[in-house]
Nanobody, 124 residues
Framework: QVRLVESGGGSVQPGGSLRLSCRAS????????MGWFRQAPGKEREGVAVMCTGGATTYYADSVKGRFIISQDKTRRASSTVDLQMNSLQPEDTAMYYC??????????????WGQGTQVTVSS
C-alpha cells in the first residue's frame, strides 16, 4: 500500500520562504514522477513541481520557475522523497499543497496517489 506523508507548510509574509517535504512508503519514482500540486479556493488543482525517473528530470510550472526548487533527500532512499523549497513567496502562492505520486509531468489527472495536503498561506 502506498502512503505519502507530507510535512512543512504554514504562514509566511510576502517574500518569505517555506519548505515542504514528502516521504513515500511502498513506492519509488524510478520510472514515473512524484511531486507537488496546489489548489487555491475556487481554482482548479495545478501542478507546481515534480521530479521524475529517479531524479533525472524535473518539471516546474512557469509561475514558480526561479523561485521554487524541488529536490531529493539523499539521506534517505532518494527516489521516494521530494522536498520543495519555496522562496520569494507571494500571496498568489497561497493554497493547499498536495504531494502526489505515480503520474507524469504536471498533469494532475495522471497521478493516482495523493497526500492529505498541507496549507501554505502568504499574507502580510
Amino acid at each position: 500500500q502506498v502512503r505519502l506523508v507530507e510535512s512543512g507548510g504554514g504562514s509566511v509574509q510576502p517574500g518569505g520562504s517555506l519548505r515542504l517535504s514528502c516521504r513515500a512508503s511502498g513506492y519509488t519514482y524510478d520510472s514515473t514522477c512524484m511531486g507537488w500540486f496546489r489548489q487555491a479556493p475556487g481554482k482548479e488543482r495545478e501542478g507546481v513541481a515534480v521530479m521524475c525517473t529517479g531524479g533525472a528530470t524535473t518539471y516546474y510550472a512557469d509561475s514558480v520557475k526561479g523561485r521554487f526548487i524541488i529536490s531529493q533527500d539523499k539521506t534517505r532512499r532518494a527516489s521516494s522523497t521530494v522536498d520543495l523549497q519555496m522562496n520569494s513567496l507571494q500571496p498568489e502562492d497561497t493554497a493547499m499543497y498536495y504531494c502526489a505520486a505515480n503520474g507524469w509531468a504536471l498533469g494532475n489527472r495522471t497521478y493516482n496517489y495523493w497526500g492529505q495536503g498541507t496549507q501554505v498561506t502568504v499574507s502580510s
